[in-house]
């Protein structure tokens, strides 16, 4: 097969929603020198984050399928930490099908770390749209690593 085929991966997203956006800009006494998101730097930024994944059922053909969920949250309460230009409190879940694999580790590795990237990913879409219009401007989440 030629290196620049596409093919399905074996993890299947099914169905995202989200089941709680909150996002507000944060006080402009924060940033007394001023602030613009789409340059903002994220280090020294404290986010709290919870992935959970759940194995949903087992269907025919060996194949399962799993909820991930998936909260970000930004609240700037820390006064050691970096502020954020916004408040962030966002929860997504997604269910996702796995096809048959040999090997159920990698299967359970495959599925952490790629399903819940593709959350995070849809996490980080939803911020940028929602904040585009707001007063500090766009702000793209950083990309996050997800441990196994």
Not at 99 to 125: C, F, Q, T, Y
Request: charged content about 25%; aromatic content about 10%; proline content about 5%.
């Amino acid at each position: 097969m030629p290196a620049n085929t596409l093919t399905a991966s074996p993890l299947q997203l099914k169905q995202m929603f989200f089941a709680r956006i909150h996002f507000e800009a944060e006080s402009s006494e924060k940033f007394p020198d001023g602030i613009w998101a789409p340059e903002f730097d994220f280090s020294g930024v404290r986010f709290g984050h919870h992935i959970e994944v759940t194995l949903a059922q087992q269907l025919e053909n060996n194949r399962f399928q799993y909820v991930i969920a998936v909260v970000f949250q930004v609240f700037n309460e820390d006064d050691e930490a970096k502020p954020c230009p916004y408040i962030l409190d966002i929860e997504a879940r997604a269910l996702f099908e796995m096809h048959a694999m040999d090997d159920e580790e990698k299967r359970d590795n495959l599925v952490r770390v790629n399903g819940a990237s593709m959350v995070i990913g849809a996490i980080r879409e939803q911020v940028t749209l929602l904040t585009s219009r707001s007063i500090y401007g766009p702000l793209t989440l950083p990309t996050l690593k997800v441990g196994i």
